[in-house]
């Protein structure tokens, strides 16, 4: 099963970084060179700005992400292995990832895409395990809110996506794990927990190989105006009473389904 791993050529520290955590368990990865934002064509930018998005239109960088990972789509699609893992270079591994990334007699016979990350937002899984691997339950993966740092794909889910990603107008990983796209979400996913690898962002405070997308997404955020103390009150009700009800929906779902919304730990 082959790793690839995206990196932006002028992005040294983030491949350096990549190179110690994977050699650290034996671990090799075939580079992916990512698409550079700067260079976008319009005809690029206007691939990832057809539709009617629902969260903000896409900024070069998100483009130039979701163009990254089609292009190891491409590599999947095409590959003598039946499943290909997909890396950003900004992942740490967990204990005995090895175990993970060297063997995937493990994968759920059918499965479209399997998430190898964890991540702050909560995700909505099948609460039945399937099957484990090396100390870790694979669940069904019903609704992941954001990650796509890390995932294995199979040969057959690549070349699905590629037909279905000629255009697009949401990021990456609401495209694959919260689609309203019949054909995306009909994808049989699962989710691995505790998840093997996490993003830098959802890791540490201190960011030592930083994220300009990152940037670019609080860039596209309405701007925050100053608020009176009654409307700064009105806005901490508002918010506590938001969490209350999210607290309920999200025992509604534990207690009368099949599934249940957690945050999925690294480890």
Not at 82 to 90: K, L, R, S
Not at 119 to 138: N, Y
Not at 151 to 158: G, L, P, Q, V
Not at 213 to 232: A, D, F, N, T
Request: glycine share 8%; charged share 25%; aromatic share 8%.
């Amino acid at each position: 099963m082959k790793t690839l791993v995206i990196n932006l050529e002028r992005e040294t520290a983030r491949l350096a970084h990549m190179r110690r955590v994977f050699g650290e368990q034996g671990l090799d990865f075939e580079v992916v060179k990512a698409v550079d934002a700067r260079l976008l064509s319009p005809e690029q930018l206007k691939a990832g700005r057809t539709g009617k998005p629902r969260f903000y239109e896409l900024g070069a960088g998100e483009i130039a992400c979701f163009l990254s990972h089609r292009k190891c789509w491409e590599i999947a699609a095409q590959s003598e292995d039946a499943y290909t893992i997909v890396c950003e270079d900004d992942i740490f591994l967990g204990e005995n990832a090895a175990a993970i990334f060297g063997d995937d007699g493990w994968i759920p016979e059918g499965a479209g895409v399997v998430r190898l990350e964890a991540c702050k937002p909560k995700t909505l899984i099948g609460k039945a395990a399937v099957s484990t691997v090396a100390g870790r339950k694979v669940h069904p993966l019903r609704v992941a809110r954001a990650g796509s740092g890390a995932y294995i794909i199979s040969r057959a889910c690549a070349a699905t996506l590629l037909a279905k990603a000629t255009v697009f107008c949401d990021p990456l990983d609401q495209f694959l794990y919260s689609s309203d796209e019949p054909s995306v979400d009909l994808l049989v996913k699962y989710q691995l927990v505790p998840a093997p690898t996490i993003q830098e962002v959802f890791l540490r405070k201190k960011k030592a190989l930083g994220s300009s997308l990152l940037e670019e997404r609080y860039s596209l955020q309405p701007v925050k105006k100053p608020k009176s103390i009654g409307r700064k009150i009105l806005r901490k009700i508002g918010h506590v009473g938001s969490k209350a009800a999210g607290f309920s929906a999200n025992l509604w779902v534990r207690l009368t389904t099949e599934n249940a919304w957690v945050r999925v730990a690294f480890k």
